[in-house]
């Protein structure tokens, strides 16, 4: 190839611009046209169904540039690194050929002006390393300004925080990307970009964040220490700015965070209990994330949904949102006008950062006018509500007047979405502007008085004075009158009925109109990149008011969720009672009819730890369970929960096993990824841990499928964590005689006319039956395998009752299953 680009200067520039690009597909920007080359040429043809077309051979497709975006998009959607190159001067004062480089890069993890963009989601990249044991994790969003670093001790431990965070691309060493081969394989679907070894050297790294940060050491971030965090921090910036060619210059700080300070929901916990994800083919609308989410603005939206994948273990901190829950509800009305007040607002967080970073538009401007101006309003009525938490966040609302007056000052009313289309400021801003505009608007008035002067001259009455794009100004009379016209015009074109004329004047002033066009649209340009930079200069002040904006439409949308489902505020401490009266499940509720809803009680303590829940399918056990998660979830967040009374002991884990599916990549058996997140369970709970199982044992044969339930459950028992069993394994209910703190309880459900009523109520003690052959009645398997099954079923309940009777006049022989 490089023999052929050498045929023009155009495609020399090319070449130097995807040297530069490497992997990514490059858009190369020539006149209205981005257009990509060779391979990028046929990966645009074939991924975005766009023409493939030749020029002197070479392959080539293009879009045009101001629908490039959604292009971008695409190609990012589907995996590629894209890279801009730009005409970096203008091309009307160009002398030869335009200069062109690559302005920047576009990955799934750094887009910014995009439709892939979700208002309530982080769009996190992330880097990741190693130094002995200890992983480091850095992410950012560039959008918001988040700057994340924690250091975990195990892979798991990196999946489960990964999986939280759910970052759209990975950084790393082209050695740990080998070497961790197989744990990255549990992100199948997100972007990997491998960059240099040294990049991750802690020298390297840690002089790369405080020549960024301008500080002499990294101490006053809480970093001292940190070795694998500091690296993975210092390589991922490094790689946002030098690799990507991205402005950092609004990320201000590094925040360090510990994995183990906070409730961990693990991987498997949270698919399970669909907290902001549903499970595949279920809609968004089962997940709890849902239920709760009334926030008006998008930092309040990914505000709410970072505290439910990341609930608190601090009492302080939990009972500091639940009195701002309760303020908010003692004042309803202000409630209401405060959720208004919000209503409207903006994305500030990223209005400010594509303002700091060149990237915002006339319009993103008048946005933030919009929302900044709404600031005073708020802050006097989050300053009237009796909460310290409420009035921490109002003393962080800043008003900035000048800044908004200086914007409606500016500003047009319906400013344009690119800077070179003009109209982007009102008259009367910029005097010198006006006068180049009257300039351009007065041009009707003489061009009418210039037409009358000439039909007088001439004698033409049908002659006329007109201007189009690609001619200009022009005086256009039929041919039957061309004799007529001066010989000091020109012709200017030729058409079937009629000539087309510029006279010296018409010239003249064709001239001072389009340099007057020419020199309002420069003069535009240059004082809007004035104003944003002004604007930029207050980036400290609007972050600021935009985290506590998301803290206060966060915690409102948790009141409105409790006053309009009649949730309560529990009581939270650090003992080991876990009681709930009335407790409902809030996502069934929502979608339900709430007066139809069976509430059950909870109730676990250091005596009673383990819940041993039987009976038969769809009486509605895995929903108990799952209930009693979501609340312990919801009040931990600091949020009201679905009960009628409350009272939960810190949890600082929550584990569930429920259903399981086949993993055939790693060539897994449902039975083996039972038994593989049982062990993560067993091995990882603690006495303060809140485990959820649904059916253990069940993916081999009765007898290990017994076995197995009845250690985990004796294993779970000896470590004091709390634990929901429910199994079908009605032989398990022995357990309550010979294991302090198993408590037998089951799914009730009345018998009537040789069948079930499920009464969806969680009662006191065991059952010994499991009623499966009357839940396949209700699935509708046919009366004749129905029958069959009967007939079985009473053959084998009759050999194992003359079995029993075998062994109680031979008790020599008798083995027991709970000693």
Known sequence: MASEVKHTPMMEQ?????????????????????????????????????????????????????????????????????????????????????????????????????????????????????????????????????????????????????????????????????????????????????????????????????????????????????????????????????????????????????????????????????????????????????????????????????????????????????????????????????????????????????????????????????????????????????????????????????????????????????????????????????????????GKEWLARYQTTLKEKTGIKNLKVSFNKIFGYYIEVSKGQAHLMPTSFDRRQTLANCERFISPDLKEYEDQVLTAEDKAIDLEQELFLTLRSEVATHEKAVFATARSLATIDALLSLAHVAHKNRFCRPLIDQSQTLHIQEGRHPVIEAHGEKEKFIPNDTSLNADERMMLITGPNMAGKSTYIRQVALIVILAQVGSYVPAKHAHIGIIDKIFTRIGASDDLSRGQSTFMVEMSETANILNNITPRSLVILDEIGRGTSTYDGVSIACAVAEFLLATQAKTLFATHYWELTDLEKTKPGAINYHASVQEWNDTIVFLHKIVRGGTDRSYGIHVARLAGLPFSVIQRATVVLNHLESRKENTRRAKKDSPELQLKLFD
């Not at 490039?68 to 160009?94: F, H, M, N, S, W």
């Not at 047009?412 to 502007?433: A, D, M, S």
């Open 14 to 442: 090319w070449q130097r611009c995807k040297e530069s690009a490497k992997e990514a597909v490059l858009l190369f920007r020539m006149g209205d046209f981005y257009e990509a080359f060779y391979e990028d040429a046929r990966i645009l043809s074939e991924e975005l169904e766009l023409t493939l077309t030749q020029r002197g051979g070479i392959p080539m497709s293009g879009v045009p540039w101001h629908t490039c975006e959604q292009y971008v998009d695409k190609l990012v959607e589907k995996g590629y690194k894209v890279a801009i190159a730009e005409q970096t001067e203008d091309p009307r004062k160009a002398k030869g050929l335009v200069k062109r480089e690559i302005v920047r890069f576009v990955t799934p993890g750094t887009v910014v002006n995009s439709g892939l963009l979700g208002d309530k989601y982080y769009n996190f990249i992330a880097a990741i390393t190693q130094v002995g044991a200890v992983f480091g994790l850095a992410v950012c969003d560039i959008t918001t300004a988040t700057f994340r670093v924690v250091e975990l001790e195990s892979a798991t431990e990196l999946i489960n925080e990964l999986y939280r965070l759910e970052p759209s691309e990975l950084v790393c060493s082209k050695k740990f990307l080998e070497k961790q081969s197989l744990l990255l394989k549990e992100f199948d679907g997100v972007s990997f970009s491998a960059v240099d070894e040294w990049r991750f050297e802690h020298k390297t790294a840690y002089g790369y964040l405080t020549q960024h940060f301008d500080i002499p050491h990294l101490d006053g971030f809480g970093l001292r220490g940190m070795v694998a965090g500091i690296n993975a921090a210092g390589a991922l910036l490094a790689y946002i700015h030098e690799e990507l060619s991205l402005n950092i210059g609004h990320i201000r700080a590094l925040i360090p965070y510990q994995a183990h300070e906070a409730l961990l929901l693990d991987k498997t916990c949270q698919l399970n209990l669909e907290i902001t994800e549903p499970l595949q083919g279920r809609s968004h609308k089962s997940t709890l994330l849902h239920v709760l989410d009334h926030t008006l603005t998008p930092m309040g939206g990914r505000q709410l949904r970072d505290w439910l994948k990341k609930p608190l273990i601090q009492v302080k901190e939990i009972t500091a949102r639940q009195d701002a829950i309760e303020a908010f509800l003692s004042q309803f009305e202000l409630c209401c006008r405060l959720q208004n007040a919000l209503k409207g607002m903006r994305d500030l967080e990223r209005l400010m950062m594509r303002t700091c970073g060149g990237f915002a538009t006339p319009r993103d401007l008048q946005a933030l006018c919009i929302s900044l101006e709404k600031i005073g309003p708020i802050k006097a009525l989050v300053r009237s509500i009796n909460s310290e938490l409420l009035f921490d966040c109002s003393e962080q609302l800043t008003e900035l007047p000048e800044l908004v007056s200086k914007l409606k000052e500016a500003l047009t009313e319906e400013p344009p979405v690119r800077i070179n289309e003009g109209n982007i400021f009102k008259e009367g801003f910029h005097p010198p502007l006006d006068e180049l505009r009257a300039l351009m608007q007065g």
